[in-house]
């Protein structure tokens, strides 16, 4: 089984030979809300700002929200390709590395996702 190992579960990866394919799905569609915690509160606010400008050159996600909620960065999105989460979750975590100085420990988990 081709997956990756969660909460001790392994949760299947849908395997696609093409952008093509994952684009011609069936039409479903996803949001998907992240969250970040371990950043410093003093780095927060600007985290958000940073990350949702980065988001803007990721058009493939759409309805892009980025904020600062009780000591946690949160995180959420649409798209047609991505019914787990793992794509928006591995490019949340390339984006906190890239737009802050990541020398504090942080760890992003899934809040919820919805079927539109």
């Known amino acids: 089984m081709v997956g990756q190992r969660q909460c001790g579960a392994v949760v299947p990866i849908r395997q696609c030979t093409t952008l093509r394919e994952m684009k011609e799905g069936d039409g479903a569609r996803w949001?998907?809300?992240l969250a970040c915690d371990g950043i410093p509160t003093d780095r927060g606010p600007q985290a958000v700002a940073d990350i949702a400008e980065e988001f803007t050159h990721r058009p493939w996600h759409e309805n892009v929200e980025c904020r600062w909620?009780?000591?946690?960065?949160?995180?959420s999105a649409e798209n047609d390709f991505d019914a787990?989460?793992?794509?928006?979750?591995d490019e949340f975590s390339d984006?906190?590395?890239?737009c802050t100085a990541?020398?504090?420990?942080?760890?992003?988990r899934l809040?919820?996702?919805?079927?539109l």
Do not use: E, H, K, P
Request: charged share 5%; with cysteine.
């Open 31 to 33: 949001r998907v809300v």
């Open 95 to 98: 984006a906190i590395s890239a």
């Open 102 to 108: 990541a020398d504090f420990g942080y760890g992003i």
């Open 84 to 89: 787990q989460g793992l794509a928006l979750m």
């Open 111 to 115: 809040v919820s996702i919805t079927t």
């Open 69 to 75: 909620s009780n000591g946690c960065l949160l995180l």
